[in-house]
Nanobody, 116 residues
Framework: QVQLVESGGGLVQPGGSLRLSCAAS????????MGWYRQGPGKQRELVAT???????TYADSVKGRFTISRDNAKNTVYLQMTSLKPEDTADYYC??????????WGQGTQVTVSS
């Protein structure tokens, strides 16, 4: 069955970097759009980045220039490279298969905390 497993979260200081991974199984992730979402404490869930089957990417304004979404087709894995992290990036980050609202398949999430 379709499964998404995120990893790579943790505690990082402001200005630091993390790379999140989303290992997909049960489908070929390169053939569908994939997304990263996040939900911070007391905040609504936010779409952070997407990558289409053709490799086109989109980003939330709040992360443009700092985050990069990419994929390794051989590993069936999607990544979110996060740099210049800010305290406001603190959130649970989720990988999705698909980016159409209500039709996504969600991973279990990985927690990112940006704090000194």
């Amino acid at each position: 069955q379709v499964q998404l497993v995120e990893s790579g979260g943790g505690l990082v200081q402001p200005g630091g970097s993390l790379r999140l991974s989303c290992a997909a199984s049960g489908f070929i992730s390169s053939r569908v759009a994939m997304g990263w979402y996040r939900q911070g404490p007391g905040k609504q869930r936010e779409l952070v980045a997407t990558i289409t089957s053709g490799g086109s990417t989109t980003y939330a304004d709040s992360v443009k220039g700092r985050f990069t979404i990419s994929r390794d087709n051989a590993k069936n894995t999607v990544y979110l490279q996060m740099t210049s992290l800010k305290p406001e990036d603190t959130a649970d980050y989720y990988c999705t298969k698909g980016v159409v609202a209500g039709l996504q398949v969600w991973g279990q999430g990985t927690q990112v905390t940006v704090s000194s």
